[in-house]
């Protein structure tokens, strides 16, 4: 059985959404784009639910033992299409998903990519796994004055899982995209400098980045996403990197006016818009 949103609210928002997105600044493939706060309606608040209460069934369940000695759970959604190659998209979920029960990393972002509307447009593998610890620790950085992120050994055996998963699945290796949220978003940027020879294109939502591979980094497709009164994983840092990798306009980056933490996903990213960006994006 596929997830499928109500098509009514989904049509609708898209709608809204485009609405609200026309009356901002132009919103660019790259660059920098500033979007007003807008105030949530009734029908948004019954999207997030909708989707948050999607059916986990169609992600089957696995685990994944790499060289490290703690193995890391995850889910796999494959898509209805099986015909020729297809992108393989990582949600890595934020800290509050940290553990082993095996569905606590099955948020927003995993759900929407695996939704039928979704799956129709952009068919595609869908991994979510979940961390037993952190993936990536805050340090601050005294040059810049704004946290750096630090990956930590469980995003060694994550990146360990897709490299197996590219031996056993139909995945074309030049579409493997990364998307992350919170703590999942630090660890976005972190595999990307680990790996990036491994992926085309990767988002991230409310993270932390790491500044000490910003010329490697500034060479791939990345799309920030973070609110301005963030406190929880302060604003700044995002603003500071995209500041030193825009220089090579391969960086997408999304100031959301008035948006804190956990209010990030109202009300312009639910919608096709991230799929939409990540599969323009080819490995060369």
């Not at 949530?40 to 089957?60: C, H, M, P, W």
């Not at 990146?159 to 995945?171: E, G, P, R, V």
């Not at 978003?185 to 990307?192: M, T, Y």
Request: with cysteine.
């Amino acid at each position: 059985m596929q997830i499928k949103l109500n098509h009514t609210v989904y049509t609708f928002s898209l709608v809204l959404i485009f609405g609200i997105l026309s009356c901002s600044k132009r919103i660019n493939t790259f660059g920098k784009t500033k979007i007003d706060k807008t105030a949530d309606s009734s029908y948004l608040k019954q999207r997030i639910a909708e989707i948050k209460g999607l059916n986990t069934n169609v992600f089957a369940k696995a685990s994944f033992k790499g060289t490290a000695n703690t193995a890391i759970v995850y889910r796999l959604l494959k898509p209805n299409n099986t015909k020729g190659k297809l992108p393989l998209v990582i949600v890595f979920h934020g800290s509050n998903a940290v553990g082993n029960d095996n569905t606590s990393q099955l948020g927003i972002l995993a759900k929407l990519f695996a939704s039928d509307e979704i799956q129709a447009k952009y068919p595609a593998f869908i991994l979510a796994p979940q961390f037993p610890s952190r993936s990536s620790n805050y340090v601050l950085d005294r040059s810049r004055n704004v946290l750096t992120s630090v990956p930590q050994p469980c995003l060694t055996t994550a990146l360990q899982l897709i490299d197996s998963l590219k031996n056993t699945l139909n995945i074309d290796e030049k579409r493997i995209y990364l998307i992350g949220f919170s703590m999942g978003a630090s660890s976005v940027i972190n595999a990307l400098a680990l790996k990036p020879d491994v992926f085309a294109a990767g988002v991230s939502i409310s993270g932390i980045p790491q500044f000490n591979q910003v010329n490697v980094l500034a060479n791939i497709p990345i799309w920030l996403i973070h609110g301005n009164i963030d406190t929880e994983n302060p604003f700044n840092s995002d603003k500071q990197f995209f500041e030193e990798v825009s220089y090579k306009n391969k960086t997408r980056f999304w100031e959301f006016d008035n948006l804190a933490h956990n209010d990030i996903f109202a009300p312009a990213i639910l919608t096709d818009e991230l799929p939409n960006w990540l599969f323009k994006n080819k490995r060369k």
